[in-house]
């Protein structure tokens, strides 16, 4: 039976959770989806619980106050309550927290934000975002979210329709996020989901030593499957960047010390028996020089771009005879490499494409890092940019990617390395500053004891 919401009873539940009422909040939430907002602040009770604790000030709030905020925001979570909603300024009820200096609050949001999106990708729930929404009117990267589907309904009431969307990949794209829909969302999702499980087939008759599938058939089932219109946009090489023909950046030098590091901690001097290395995403060539420093025996670079590769050629990477170039998507590539190398283990492997969804990262890692990556001495690593729009995203999917990669038999261990020259004009030819935090997370992955 349809619950009946009205403007007094919405305000009622956001003063109540400002108030951390323990008293009236069950019952209000059983009337009441915790998701409305307040029209003037955009703050969801989520928000209130946590910003309230702002007023007491000068004195800090009671140890019992704190327990209090607690519980509610715990009960909030518990109703539904949706972690990532954007208030007027533009902030999480976690980034509040932050800003607040409450840390056990602020992890309760990360952790909170870390089951949502282990749910909604274990059902599937990705999309990337569509790169025409703004011009076509769309909030940036942000989700309808309508829990109950009626509080559109409720005069004076806003829907929330200002959750920052979820995390992407390494993807420097227009956009800052991935939609995430209602997990019953809609059914066309699901029939891509599908259609994407394909590869995952294919990667596991690769691995069957008793695999009959050709190369050829390999490649054309792939063919099948949909190029992003990145792939056919005229890209432009400037002297600090890579450029789509939108002025998205695909690549900046400001990344450099991040290759270097990169490159060093993937393919260390100590690893003298296996000294191969596979990139994924050439861009720069930044990595791979670094790579190069390390003097691989064999370096594999995948590159799906034609303007990359026109450059890859230009610059002499096809006249160096321990580099193999495989051109194309690394999804249409990996597979036949796989299938005509079935022995080769790498000693070090690095993904860092553009335009791809998380689920991509996932796939590659899930498929192709567990076997091809040598169980011994190999080392994996990837452009952590999931999410580094907002510290909470970053933290989020920096458990998230962990928890991942830990279900592949990677261990993780994430070295910190300080931004400090991206407070400067770094981003002023760019469409949009991908990366938003002054430290950056660098993966190394291995396979646990
Ligand atoms: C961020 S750049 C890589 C930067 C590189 N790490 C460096 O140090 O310069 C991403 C690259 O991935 C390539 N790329 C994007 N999608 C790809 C795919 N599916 N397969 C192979 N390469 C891809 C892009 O064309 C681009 O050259």
Redesign the pocket.
């Known amino acids: 039976m349809a619950t009946q919401h009205t403007p007094e009873s919405a305000q009622v539940l956001l003063l109540a959770a400002a108030d951390h009422n323990l008293h009236v909040l069950p019952n209000l939430l059983r009337q009441h989806t915790p998701n409305v907002a307040d029209p003037e602040t955009l703050r969801t009770p989520l928000h209130n619980a946590i910003a309230s604790l702002e007023k007491v000030e000068p004195q800090p709030p009671s140890a019992e106050k704190l327990k209090d905020a607690e519980t509610t925001i715990r009960l909030l979570l518990e109703n539904g309550a949706i972690w990532n909603t954007l208030d007027k300024e533009h902030e999480t009820p976690g980034c509040i927290a932050y800003r607040l200096g409450y840390e056990h609050l602020y992890e309760m949001m990360v952790d909170a934000g870390v089951r949502c999106e282990m749910i909604l990708n274990a059902i599937g729930g990705w999309e990337q975002i569509d790169s025409d929404a703004e011009e076509e009117g769309e909030a940036e990267g942000t989700v309808v979210v309508e829990n109950d589907g009626e509080a559109d309904d409720i005069p004076g009431l806003v829907s929330i329709d200002s959750s920052i969307g979820s995390i992407k990949n390494?993807d420097?794209m227009d956009e800052d996020g991935v939609i995430v829909d209602a997990p019953e969302a809609d059914s066309e999702k699901n029939a891509t989901k599908e259609k994407k499980s394909h590869p995952e087939d294919i990667a596991a008759e690769i691995s069957n030593p008793d695999s009959t599938l050709s190369a050829s058939e390999v490649l054309e089932y792939n063919a099948t499957t949909e190029t992003p219109s990145?792939?056919s946009s005229t890209l432009t090489f400037t002297p600090h960047s890579?450029l789509d023909s939108n002025r998205n950046a695909?690549?900046m030098d400001w990344?450099s010390s991040v290759?270097d590091l990169t490159a060093s901690l993937l393919l260390p001097e100590e690893n003298t028996t296996n000294r191969t290395v596979l990139?994924?995403?050439?861009?720069?060539?930044?990595?791979?020089k670094a790579f190069e420093k390390g003097k691989p025996t064999r370096h594999i670079i995948?590159?799906?771009?034609p303007d990359?590769l026109k450059k890859l050629r230009e610059d002499g990477w096809y006249d160096m005879p321990h580099v193999t170039i495989l051109e194309?998507?690394?999804?249409d590539t990996l597979p036949i490499f796989m299938l005509e190398n079935p022995d080769v283990t790498l000693g070090a492997i690095?993904f860092?494409?553009?335009?791809?969804s998380y689920d991509q990262l996932k796939q590659f890692f899930s498929e192709y890092v567990v076997g091809l990556l040598d169980p011994e001495v190999g080392r994996f690593g990837f452009?952590h940019g999931l999410g580094a729009d907002r510290r909470i995203c970053y933290d989020v999917y920096t458990k998230v990617v962990e928890f991942d990669l830990l279900e592949c038999g990677l261990d993780t261990n994430w070295v910190e390395v300080d931004l400090p020259e991206l407070k400067t004009e770094k981003w002023e030819d760019v469409k949009r500053k991908y990366f938003n935090l002054d430290t950056y997370r660098l993966p190394i992955c291995t396979f646990g004891a």
């Open positions: 390494s420097k990145y792939l890579l695909v690549m990344e290759m990139n994924v995403g050439f861009g720069m060539g930044i990595v791979d995948a590159e799906a771009h990359v194309g998507k690394w999804q690095y860092d494409t553009f335009g791809e452009f």
